[in-house]
């Protein structure tokens, strides 16, 4: 099969047809498919297989390092930022320079960035390499998807991208036992070194095995100002969303940023009519179904990262599990995601995206309802179905948006379109951890004060509670040192009951959330410019 495919350079389906450049077959190892396939996912398993440990590592890394909740927020806020900001810029990069050598750095600082958290000695320090994690998994999560995309045909690509999704699945779902088993025998700080011997593998196959393919018309210059606009309105937007719990939805500062965010965007749309060789050409979003993906993908990510984020302070604070028997409980969740991944590549090429996503996303929200009713004596069965219906649920969403949107891309904006759905689920995961972060936030201050004087405690001073709904948020129960048992006992028993309160509410709001997701997937559709690139022999 040749190259020689028309694409609709807008991606909208109305625009007149440019043609890719005819390449020759791939021939050996280098181009081929599956072996491209099996390298990108490789590097991409990285920040799957790092967003996990750190799901893990979050409690040790409070205590060794004596971190506040809102400290350990960042450890993931810092990471979302970075990539929120420059996804779509990296994506431009790859389709400027080629998808190829974007990776390859991207490998490189995101392993590098890995080690030097691993030698840090205060939570500063891991959330500033955090941020530079985040930059270089800009670089490489685009490129993937635009070197899958060139790589595969369009018959193929469904299932392309499913298998790379059940690569990631096995990542993730390592991910929490190995982050167990090092945090709880080596350190905290493995977990992070972990991503070293990785990278370098990646970077060893990536050089051997990757072929750069660039469409004819693939940008030759960049838009500054547009750059400059859209990451300004990206850091005023997740600034704003971080901040927020801390300075109340209400506050001015909170309103300032969002209100520079919109007249950023605003700016920047305005803009991006004007120039020659804009960063995101307006005409894809013409492409409803292109819109609707991106939308889901935010969607998504609002229930998926933020309700889990409290699932790990469960397991461990609440339910008292050590790390490890912690991973083994999120099991269902990520191995359900392995099994569904490539049965949902094959049933979206089969069927179409809309009637998987909706489906998808259905399963999502029964399955955040479910964990709204755990409580501190749930038994490991009845969590387990809801864990295992997540991740059901997600597989179709992460496989059917990414095809949805770059699919509806043409080719030389393979990479933006790859950009765009990792900012989607970035910006989605900084919604999610700042709106049911506020929302436990808000429940454990309301119930705190009611419940600790139900009990018959002591009574506490404003300071003396804060510092213990501080804790709390986190499953923590705030007992002194030298309190008696029968005491102690309460407090813990009122501090479990109203963080599980909280972690009720936010499982409710992601579950609502989930729900309008499935309205949104009824809009997708195939990609009409999912033919895939040059070299595709040897499939």
């Known amino acids: 099969m040749t190259s020689q495919t028309t694409i609709d350079t807008a991606g909208s389906g109305d625009a007149t047809p440019t043609a890719l450049p005819e390449q020759p077959p791939a021939s050996g190892l280098r181009g081929h498919p ?15 297989l790092d967003g996990t440990i750190v799901a893990i590592a979050n409690p040790a890394i409070q205590k060794d390092l004596g971190a506040t909740f809102a400290q350990v927020q960042w450890i993931t806020n810092g990471y979302f930022l970075a990539l929120a900001v420059s996804l779509i810029t990296a994506g431009k990069l790859g389709d400027r320079f080629g998808h190829r050598q974007t990776f390859l750095i991207g490998v490189v600082g995101f392993a590098a960035a890995s080690g030097a958290i691993g030698l840090s000695d205060s ?19 685009p490129a993937a998807l635009g070197l899958l995309r060139a790589t595969f045909p369009a018959e193929k690509l469904n299932m392309a991208i499913g298998i790379w999704g059940m690569v990631i699945g096995a990542s993730t779902a390592g991910g929490p036992i190995l982050g167990g088993v090092l945090v709880q025998h080596v350190s905290w700080q493995s977990v992070f070194f972990i991503n070293v011997p990785v990278g370098l593998l990646a970077l060893v196959l990536g050089v051997l095995i990757l072929r750069d393919h660039r469409a004819e018309n693939a940008p030759r210059s960049f838009d500054l100002l547009g750059i400059a606009l859209l990451s300004g309105a990206m850091f005023c937007l997740v600034w704003a969303l971080i901040k927020a719990p801390s300075w109340g939805w209400g506050d001015g500062m909170t309103w300032t940023f969002i209100a520079v965010s919109v007249l950023g965007f605003a700016l920047f749309s305005f803009w991006e009519t004007r120039v020659k060789e804009p960063l995101i050409p307006l005409g894809l979003f013409r492409s409803v179904p292109l819109s ?10 609002i229930a998926f990262m933020g309700g889990l984020f409290f699932v790990t302070f469960y397991l461990q604070n609440v339910h008292g599990m050590d790390p490890v028997d912690a991973g083994l409980h999120l099991l269902p969740l990520t191995g359900m995601m392995i099994v569904g991944s490539p049965l949902a590549g094959a049933a979206i090429t089969k069927l179409g995206p809309r009637i998987p996503l909706a489906g998808g996303m259905a399963a999502t929200a029964i399955a955040m309802y479910g964990m709204s009713t755990l409580k501190a004596d749930t038994g490991s069965g009845v969590m387990s179905i809801w864990f295992a219906l997540l991740g059901l649920g997600l597989a179709p969403v992460m496989v059917g948006a990414t095809e949805v949107i770059v699919g509806n891309a043409a080719m030389e904006l393979s990479g933006v379109a790859g950009g765009l759905q990792q900012a989607a689920m970035q910006i989605g995961g900084s919604l999610g951890t700042a709106v049911l972060g506020a929302v436990m936030a808000s429940k454990v201050d309301s119930a705190l004060p009611g419940n600790w004087a139900n009990a018959g405690l ?9 510092q213990a709904s501080e804790a709390v948020q986190v499953g923590v ?15 813990s028993g009122v501090a479990h009951d109203t963080f599980i309160s909280g972690m ?3 499982s409710l709001v992601a579950a609502g959330v989930a729900a309008v997701a499935i309205l949104v997937a009824l809009l997708t559709k195939r990609g009409e410019n999912a033919d895939g690139g040059a070299g595709v022999g040897h499939i």
């Open 123 to 141: 939570i500063g320090l891991v959330v500033t390499f955090r941020v530079f994690q985040g930059l270089f998994g800009a670089l490489l999560m």
């Open 292 to 301: 609707a993906g991106v939308v889901l993908m935010v969607l998504m990510a």
């Open 34 to 48: 599956w072996f491209t396939l099996i390298t990108v996912a490789v590097g991409v398993m990285m920040v799957a």
């Open 504 to 506: 009720s509410l936010a």
């Open 458 to 466: 002591p009574k506490l001073t404003d300071a003396q509670l804060a």
């Open 477 to 491: 129960a705030p007992v002194a040192e030298g309190t008696p048992a029968e005491i102690a006992a309460k407090i």
